[in-house]
């Protein structure tokens, strides 16, 4: 995994680079310090005046999130640790 140090800043000079990020990140794992699973990422907010994703929009895992009636949370980037095959989030049992 990749540790984050800072916001994710989006060129918007780059076509299309905002639907990459958030298509390289929806259905990402999402799993807190202790290694539980949160969910998985359904979508990314981003702010167009500073071009920096602000935060993920996590689905609770299971048979409810494949039927699109999971539980969703949003989770400021902030609080991403570090983002590789999954999403490790800083704390636990963030939802």
Not at 45 to 53: I, R
Request: net charge positive.
């Amino acid at each position: 995994m990749q540790p984050i140090n800072a916001p994710m800043k989006i060129n918007k000079n780059r076509g299309g680079y905002i639907m990459k990020i958030a298509d390289e990140l929806k259905g990402k794992e999402v799993v807190d310090d202790t290694g539980n699973k949160i969910g998985e990422i359904s979508d990314v907010e981003w702010n167009p005046d500073s071009n920096m994703v602000e935060s993920i929009i996590v689905t609770e895992g299971g048979a409810a999130a494949k039927v699109g009636i999971g539980k969703k949370r949003e989770i400021s980037y902030n609080m991403v640790k570090a983002i590789g095959e999954k999403v490790l989030l800083k704390g636990k049992g963030m939802m």
